[in-house]
């Protein structure tokens, strides 16, 4: 991938743009090579500016918080685009309904909308993603999710065209939407309900109490790797691990959460290999042990 003209004119974009960047600290398993190009712009016409100069010359990921987020230990050969945080405003439209940056983490978003008492996204205080992530895995916890509240998209294609799209134009799934992957979201409209923000802040406590006894944390792990098979079995993912694999199985650094079998944990210093032979083995012991055949929930980049 020729990459010497955006050596040139990298000055002339507004944001930072980076060569052989290492990636391992910008994800939460803390693995990761490098990338042939890291950019952050600072303003949309930045962003723009910088497809128009990429021109689809290589692959392009976009990169949230990375919380559920696996990279490969060799060099990606492409663009890695994170958002700056010009990208992370809120901004509150009516009394009921939000704006939001998708550089904004979720549980910023939720204690926005607690300020303001507008309920309804008390959900994403548990969910440490950006709301860029949570619209493309249609994010949720606690019998919530992203399609229960979005309104609509603001984005732009890797073409550099801009457009909204209205929520009830996608097909959500669980833990999914039917939308291209060449989108980068921009903003987010969302609309809650009126409500008392101490009503709305006991919730938001009773909902972490629930995931601090369930769920590890401050540890190195992608959060929930596999999505519940819900089509297949009435049983959680982590009840088919914890029947099908031995607690104590492991590759390398890469292990099973002794707290919740769904959560892979690196360690100390995993490669992105042993976490794929972690997560392959997991997958073929299930199926051979249950029939259930497993679905990845974090996004594996090569």
Excluded at 161 to 187: D, E, G, M, Q, T
Excluded at 262 to 280: Q, T, W
Aim: one cysteine or more; hydrophobic letters at 40%; proline letters at 2%.
């Amino acid at each position: 991938m020729e990459i010497e003209d955006i050596k040139k004119q990298a000055q002339s974009i507004d944001g930072k743009i980076l060569f052989d960047h290492s990636i391992k600290n910008l994800n939460w398993f803390n693995i990761g090579g490098k990338t042939k190009i890291f950019f952050k712009p600072n303003s949309l016409k930045g962003l723009l500016n910088y497809l128009k100069l990429y021109s689809n010359r290589g692959k392009i990921f976009i990169l949230g918080n990375g919380s559920n987020v696996l990279f490969d230990d060799e060099t990606f050969q492409g663009t890695i685009i994170k958002l700056g945080k010009n990208f992370s405003n809120i901004t509150l439209l009516d009394e009921e309904m939000i704006v939001a940056g998708t550089a904004t983490s979720q549980k910023n978003l939720s204690i926005f909308a607690k300020d303001n008492n507008i309920s309804g996204l008390e959900f994403m205080s548990c969910i440490p993603g950006s709301i860029g992530g949570g619209i493309r895995m249609n994010s949720g916890c606690f019998d919530k999710e992203f399609k229960d509240i979005l309104i609509s998209i603001q984005l732009t294609d890797f073409n550099g065209i801009v457009r909204s799209i209205p929520a009830k134009k996608i097909n959500f799934n669980y833990r999914s939407i039917k939308l291209p992957k060449n989108l980068i979201f921009l903003s987010a409209t969302f609309k809650g309900k009126k409500k008392n923000s101490l009503e709305i802040d006991n919730l938001m406590k009773k909902l972490k109490q629930k995931k601090e006894l369930a769920q590890p944390s401050k540890i190195k792990t992608g959060g929930s790797t596999f999505k519940n098979p819900i089509k297949q079995t009435d049983k959680k993912v982590w009840e088919l691990i914890r029947c099908s694999v031995a607690s104590d199985k492991c590759f390398g650094d890469a292990i099973i959460s002794n707290k919740h079998a769904n959560f892979f944990v690196n360690k100390k210093n995993a490669k992105s290999a042993d976490m794929k032979s972690l997560i392959n083995f997991v997958k073929k012991q299930v199926r051979s042990k249950t029939g259930v055949s497993l679905e990845l929930e974090i996004v594996i980049v090569e």
